[in-house]
């Protein structure tokens, strides 16, 4: 093979590394657009991500005053019907002595009138 004349070469040389020059910084400019994209969508990611982080811990702050735990409620069902159960016997007791209470009237009331104490 015969070699190149310097002139030559060097024109070659030349015209490569400006190609590679070239395609450098395109190459550069395309990953500097990529970044400042990747760098908004982070940004919108973070700003969402604040919102969304916002939005729970008012939830949490809202949950207990909104709704009950099944325990709670289930424990708050059984008190009730506890003091409905106490209460139901407290009238039941009333009702037992205000009849017994009337019985003993009646009876009074037919000795009295002379029936001799029976019911009619």
């Known amino acids: 093979m015969d070699q ?6 060097v024109t070659i040389i030349t015209v490569m590394g400006s190609i590679l020059l070239t395609l450098a910084s395109i190459i550069g400019y395309f990953l500097k ?3 400042a994209s990747v760098k908004e969508n982070q940004s919108a990611l973070d700003k969402n991500l604040q919102e969304i982080e916002k939005d729970f811990s008012d ?4 949950l207990p005053q909104k709704y009950v735990l099944k325990d ?3 424990r708050a069902l059984k008190e ?9 016997a ?3 007791h009333k009702v037992d002595t205000l009849t017994r209470d009337v019985r003993e009237m009646l009876q009074s009331v037919s000795k009295l009138t002379g029936a ?3 019911n009619e």
């Open 80 to 88: 009730l019907k506890d003091d409905q159960t106490r209460a139901i």
């Open 72 to 74: 709670d409620f289930n």
């Open 59 to 62: 939830f949490k702050a809202e």
């Open 4 to 9: 190149l004349p310097t002139g030559a070469l």
């Open 90 to 92: 407290g009238l039941e």
């Open 116 to 118: 001799g104490g029976k």
């Open 33 to 35: 657009d990529i970044r």
